[in-house]
């Protein structure tokens, strides 16, 4: 009886945990220097989904594999050759984050974690049908 | 109101005042016994019952796809029954109550 | 007498009927969790199939029993249903005639959501009807409307 919500539970967790990768890819969009104070721009980062659920040993489910970077080359800015973090040339790189991709996948992302409430509460409706067999 | 099961004009005849001019006065019963009328409203409950049975497995295997024609059925069939229960009960407790009458 | 309480009408119809839509209820809420994920291919059971083999069942029991309905129904396994005493075992295949997304992903999430909606309005209708008919008997036993 306690496993019946796992498989639409993970997927809840594994929405929201893309969720949170958008958002830190939305609110990193223009950082440049890292914790440390070096000058090492932000890189975009994606979260892969895969089959199964190893948290409760489950076949069925979803879970976020890994949280990769996306090794695309970064998008550079000219800013002059007297600004101290210009190139030669006069162009400095910044991270290569598009506000308007990762606002589509936040919607689908949406989407998704939707539509697995939806699957949850049918779980529940199923069985409250069931126990009221008995009432 | 109708007399589904013909009880009234069939058993004794307590008041003959309420009871309709076509019916004999003799004391002997033309019409259906009450055995009969009986059995023939079990028959009619069980047909019900059999028929919403079936309207039921049609729907569970798809050869109907009509869910409230279905549904009506069988509060039809489940109303009937009760009906039927009910009488039972009426004529236990009045066998009970005859059987206790001392003589 | 006892067996005979639990064989009548259509009391095994919806029984399997319950066991088969819990079992795909599973399969679909699977799916519905991957909806994002790269290479998946949702899997599903086709309901008709499952009625198909019911109403072959029903028949046969129609024909031996020769217009009583009662007894038990055997259904017959396909690939893809194994009937046990207690439930029925779905190997689910892939669809695969929807269209292919960019991530190797071909799921079409409306239809999903409504198999899911169907699922478990036969569901619940099979659960409520199934009370009923304990009710009427559970009437008739008692003696008590």
């Known amino acids: ?135 | 109101m109708a007399d589904p099961l013909g009880l009234i004009s069939n058993i004794g005849a307590t008041n003959p005042a309420l009871m309709p001019k076509t019916q004999q006065t003799s004391g002997e019963a033309s019409g259906p016994s009450f055995k009969q009328v009986l059995m023939q409203n079990i028959e009619q409950v069980n047909q019900l019952q059999q028929d919403a049975e079936k309207a039921i497995e049609d729907l569970a295997t798809g050869r109907r796809d009509d869910v409230s024609s279905v549904m009506i059925a069988k509060e039809k069939a489940d109303m009937a029954f009760k009906m039927l229960l009910q009488v039972r009960n009426k004529l236990m407790d009045a066998y009970s109550e005859i059987k206790d009458v001392r003589v | 007498m006892i067996e005979g309480l639990f064989n009548t009408g259509s009391l095994p119809v919806l029984e399997r009927m319950v066991q088969f839509t819990s079992q795909r209820h599973k399969l679909l809420v699977n799916d519905i969790a991957n909806v994002s994920t790269p290479g998946f291919v949702p899997t599903d059971v086709d309901p008709r199939k499952f009625q198909a083999v019911l109403a072959a069942a029903i028949d046969q029991r129609r024909q031996t029993q020769g217009g009583i309905y009662n007894g038990t129904i055997h259904p017959t396994d396909t690939e893809q249903m194994r009937f046990t005493d207690d439930t029925v075992q779905l190997a689910p295949s892939n669809s695969n005639d929807n269209i292919l997304f960019h991530d190797g992903n071909n799921r079409s999430l409306e239809s999903i959501m409504k198999d899911l909606a169907e699922n478990t309005m036969a569901h619940n209708a099979g659960i409520e009807m199934i009370r009923n008919q304990m009710n009427l008997m559970d009437m008739a036993i008692r003696e008590r409307v």
């Open chain 1, 1 to 135: 009886m306690f496993g019946s919500l796992d498989i639409s539970t993970s997927a809840l967790v594994a929405q929201r945990t893309r969720l949170n990768v958008i958002a830190s890819n939305l609110a990193n969009q223009h950082t440049v220097f890292d914790a440390e104070g070096n000058y090492s721009p932000y890189r975009r980062k994606f979260a892969v989904f895969a089959a199964g659920d190893p948290a409760n040993g489950n076949d069925a489910g979803v879970h976020v594999r890994d949280i990769m970077e996306d090794d695309a080359p970064f998008r550079k800015i000219q800013v002059g050759v007297g600004n101290p973090l210009a190139d030669k040339d006069g162009f400095m790189e910044v991270p290569n984050i598009d506000p308007m991709t990762e606002m589509v996948n936040a919607l689908e992302a949406t989407r998704a974690y939707e539509a697995n409430i939806t699957a949850a509460e049918a779980t529940k409706s199923m069985m409250n049908s069931a126990l009221r067999l008995l009432a």
